[in-house]
């Protein structure tokens, strides 16, 4: 397997899911932005060349990349305490003019 071909794979791993919010919408109409769930361990140059790679189609450029960490929180479950998973949210600024179409992203999984 070709180094080209493992760093493909690792760009397809990163991007988790497209996250949907009341403020990820806002956000979305007004600076251009999507929010995306992403891998923990990923860093900045790594989802942006994923975005970039799952819409190769569309020319997408990423202009930024924000990313914060979102701590799990604590539920409890009966009598016991529990704590979801903690996760990385990434906010992927887009250039003016362009739009991420993800019923191709739905396309993407599928393959």
Known sequence: MSENTKGQERLLQ????PYV???ATFIGELNNQSVFR????ATKQEIKK?????WKDQKIEVENV????VKGKEKR????????NSWKKAIVSIKS???????DFS???AK
């Open 38 to 41: 992403v891998a923990r361990d």
């Open 97 to 103: 003019g362009q739009e991420l179409n993800f019923s």
């Open 50 to 54: 994923a975005i970039e790679l799952l």
């Open 107 to 109: 396309k993407v999984e």
């Open 21 to 23: 919010s009341e403020k």
């Open 14 to 17: 990163i991007i988790q899911a």
């Open 66 to 69: 924000q990313t914060l960490n």
């Open 77 to 84: 479950f009966g009598r016991h305490m529990g704590r979801q």
